[in-house]
């Protein structure tokens, strides 16, 4: 809202009375409190009290969410590339098979904590699975 109006943060930030760290945070999906929220909405001339936009909010802070988690995936993905082609390189340049073990150990433990992480991060058996589960199971029988 506050683009489709060309508006700064910094000008969004001085109408409403917020702070700009406060509508950066709101920006990228962290909570509002409800005083924030019910200064923005002053400023847009909308009503927070209207389910559709608190429900459209709902989904854009669960989309932002998720696009921060698989960001910071994406990074520690490449962080575990870089540090394995690293050790790759010593693994082949050592002349015993000391190198080749901490490539091993590397590998294996980039491959721990990134699925860790994931596990933490995603929704792997959230409500979507538990209805294709029932339905694959029970098929529609209502």
């Known amino acids: 809202m506050r683009l489709e109006r060309h508006w700064s943060q910094e000008q969004l930030a001085e109408m409403s009375g917020l702070s700009v760290r406060t509508i950066q945070r709101i920006e990228n999906g962290e909570n509002a409190g409800l005083e924030s929220l019910k200064s923005l909405a002053a400023v847009f001339e909308t009503n927070i009290e209207d389910s559709n936009k608190k429900t459209e909010l709902e989904e854009v802070r669960k989309e932002e969410a998720y696009i921060q988690k698989l960001k910071g995936f994406y990074k520690l993905l490449g962080l575990a590339v870089l540090n394995l082609i690293f050790f790759f390189f010593v693994a082949?340049?050592?002349?015993?098979?000391?190198?080749?073990?901490?490539?091993?150990?590397?590998?294996?433990?980039?491959?721990?904590?990134?699925?860790?992480?994931?596990?933490?991060?995603?929704?792997?058996?959230?409500?979507e699975w538990k209805n294709k589960m029932i339905k694959k199971k029970f098929g529609n029988k209502k």
Not at 103 to 117: E, K, T
């Open 92 to 127: 082949i340049n050592d002349s015993d098979s000391e190198g080749w073990y901490m490539f091993l150990f590397m590998l294996i433990a980039w491959i721990a904590f990134l699925g860790i992480y994931s596990f933490i991060s995603f929704d792997f058996f959230g409500e």
